[in-house]
């Protein structure tokens, strides 16, 4: 692996405790994913994930390519943006603002992950958002929220207005910017954004085909939406834990190394 500066020289895994290395872990793995399912944006937007029972949390040192992030080079940083152990490199500042921003009001959340993704994005252009157009959309459509495109997230007063609109939201469109989902786990997120992207790739689709789309009608959306919120909030989430390890292995074949 070459990087554009060099990783930290000291061990990283016998600085922290087991829970903080098992989350460096699943979060570079996180990072890997995005990559090898094509969305991730250069060495632009982020994913970040809670150090186990603190309010600090880790995020890509800005400047490496998803494909690279190892658990030892995620960069610790406080609530404030501080880093808490030394690295060569630093954080996106528009990352911080995003994540700290949900780290702060969401202590449900243990994950926020963030992309801009094309479907995305072109999905987050359209006035009406995401149509009920999907199975997939279903699920996304019971716990969505929108927030305004205000420019590059560096100005900090944004922040109490994403909160605002994000509430208790699961999954949020960025109109003009993209796609975040943010969820109890580095796996429950994970797959709530592989589902919100497949929804939006879908959207894209059929509006291509120039065909009228058929809706899904408002009495099998009420129902479905109902039973969709119900699976996203029970302790089986959407499923992330089941899908996980299959993931892993997929990623131990194709990227190996997010452990080192």
Sequence with gaps: MHAAHPLPTANVKDQVSAAEWQTRVDLAACYRLIALHGWDDLIFTHISAKVPGTEDFLINPFGMMFHEITASSLVKVDLAGKKLMDSPYEINPAGYTIHSAVHEVRHDVDCVLHTHTAAGIAV????????????????VLSSLAYHGYEGVALNHDEKARLQADLGEAGFMILPNHGLMTC?????????????LQRACEIQVLAQGGGAELIMIPQQILDGAMAMAAGVTRSKQGLGGALAWPALLRKLDQQNPGYRD
Excluded: Y
Aim: aromatic letters at 10%.
């Design 124 to 139: 987050s252009a359209q006035k009406q958002g995401l149509l009920p157009i999907s199975q997939q959309s279903l699920f």
């Design 183 to 195: 969820g109890p786990s580095i796996a429950d997120t994970f797959l709530m954004m592989f589902i």
